[in-house]
C-alpha cells in the first residue's frame, strides 16, 4: 500500500489529509503570482502545505484504504498506524521523507518538522493552466531630459555669484567711507567735549561697557567666519567622492510587504574582502539581492529574497544552489 500517494490523491478532494499522530497535509489557494528573477507568470491554483500541530485522526485514509484494498477497518488502521511509524523513525534519523507529487518532509537541527512542496496544483478548477513567461518593460530614457539639466544648474549658481559680489562692493564702501570721515573729519578737542554723551554709556559701568566691545567683535567675526565656512561647505560638496549608494551598495534590508516572509541562504564565507565583493557582484548579475553577515573574522554571503509560499522557497533554493554553489544552506525563513 503506497500510502504516501494517496494522500496526494486525497487532497484533490479534501482540503486536509490527517496522518494520525505526526501532522496534517493541507492544501490552500495560491492567487497568481510573478517571479520576477525568472521571468515567469505562475497561474493561480492550490498549494500543498504540512501542519505539524494537527495530529488528530480525520478517518479519511483509513476509509480511502478499505475502499482502494477491500479490507476490513482495523487493518486499514494498523496499516496507516506502520505507515506513520516508519515515517516517524526516518524523520529521526534525519532523513527526508518523499511523498510522490506531493512533498518532501524533514526535521531541522531544531526537531521542528519542515515540508518543501513539489509545486503541484491540487486545484481541480485551474488544473493544466500552463506558466506563462513575463517580462518587465524597460524604457530608453530620451536624450532630451538630460539637455535641459545642465543650463537649469548652470543659471542657479548666477544668482549666488551676484549676491556674493554685490556684498563685497557694499563692505568696500562702507570702508572706504569711515575711512574718510576718521582721516579728514577730525573734530577739535574743544568741539569734541562739547557734543553730548551718547544714552548707551550712562549708567553703564566700564567692565559692562567692554563687555558689549566684545560681544560686538566676536559678532562680526563670527559672521565672517559663518561667511567664509560657507564658501568653504560649498567646495567641498563639488569634490565630495561618491557615496555607498552609488557604488551599488545597498545596506538596508527591505521590508516586506505583508503577508510576505524572508528567507536568507547563505552561499558561503570570506576572510578577504575581494572576494566578497566579488561574489556580491555575482548576486546582482544573477538578479538576487545579496546578503552579507559578519561572523568573527569571516564575512557570510549569500541571496536574501521575500516570498509567500513555502513552494518558492525551494525553487530559490535549488537556484542558488546551481549557480553559486551546491552546498549553499537557508538559515533563516
Do not use: C
Not at 178 to 198: I, K, M, R, S, T
Not at 203 to 228: C, F, I, L, M, R
Amino acid at each position: 500500500m503506497d500510502i504516501g500517494k494517496y494522500i496526494g490523491e486525497l487532497l484533490y478532494q479534501h482540503d486536509a489529509v490527517a496522518l494520525p499522530g505526526l501532522g496534517t497535509f493541507v492544501s490552500a489557494y495560491q492567487p497568481a503570482e510573478i517571479d520576477q528573477v525568472r521571468g515567469e507568470l505562475h497561474p493561480p491554483g492550490k498549494g500543498a502545505g504540512f501542519n505539524p500541530n494537527l495530529v488528530q485522526d480525520d478517518g479519511l485514509l483509513v476509509k480511502f484504504l478499505q475502499n482502494r484494498h477491500h479490507v476490513s477497518f482495523e487493518a486499514a488502521q494498523r496499516q496507516v498506524k506502520q505507515y506513520v511509524e516508519e515515517v516517524q523513525a526516518a524523520l529521526e534519523r534525519q532523513e527526508m521523507v518523499d511523498f510522490p507529487e506531493l512533498g518532501r518532509l524533514y526535521q531541522d537541527y531544531e526537531k521542528n518538522l519542515q515540508f518543501l512542496p513539489d509545486g503541484t496544483n491540487f486545484s481541480l478548477e485551474a488544473y493544466g493552466l500552463p506558466m506563462v513567461e513575463a517580462y518587465p518593460a524597460r524604457r530608453a530614457r530620451t536624450s532630451q531630459a538630460t539637455s535641459t539639466t545642465a543650463p537649469a544648474s548652470t543659471a542657479s549658481t548666477q544668482p549666488t555669484n551676484y549676491a556674493l559680489i554685490g556684498a563685497i562692493a557694499v563692505g568696500v564702501a562702507v570702508i572706504l567711507v569711515a575711512g574718510y570721515f576718521l582721516l579728514f573729519n577730525e573734530v577739535p578737542q574743544d568741539e569734541e567735549a562739547l557734543l553730548p554723551v551718547p544714552t548707551s554709556r550712562v549708567n553703564v559701568s566700564p567692565s559692562d561697557q567692554k563687555a558689549n566691545t566684545d560681544s560686538t567683535v566676536e559678532s562680526n567675526e563670527g559672521t565672517a567666519s559663518e561667511q567664509e565656512s560657507e564658501t568653504a561647505v560649498s567646495g567641498e560638496q563639488e569634490r565630495e567622492p561618491a557615496g555607498d549608494e552609488e557604488a551599488g551598495w545597498d545596506n538596508e534590508e527591505p521590508t516586506p510587504a505583508p503577508g510576505q516572509k524572508r528567507l536568507v541562504i547563505i552561499i558561503g564565507a570570506f576572510g578577504s574582502q575581494e572576494n566578497v565583493s566579488r561574489l556580491v557582484d555575482d548576486i546582482y548579475d544573477a538578479g538576487y539581492e545579496p546578503y552579507t553577515e559578519k561572523s568573527g573574522s569571516l564575512t557570510r554571503v549569500g541571496v536574501q529574497k521575500a516570498y509567500r509560499q513555502p513552494a518558492e522557497l525551494e525553487r530559490v533554493l535549488n537556484d542558488v544552489r546551481n549557480r553559486f554553489n551546491s552546498d549553499a544552506q537557508l538559515i533563516k525563513k
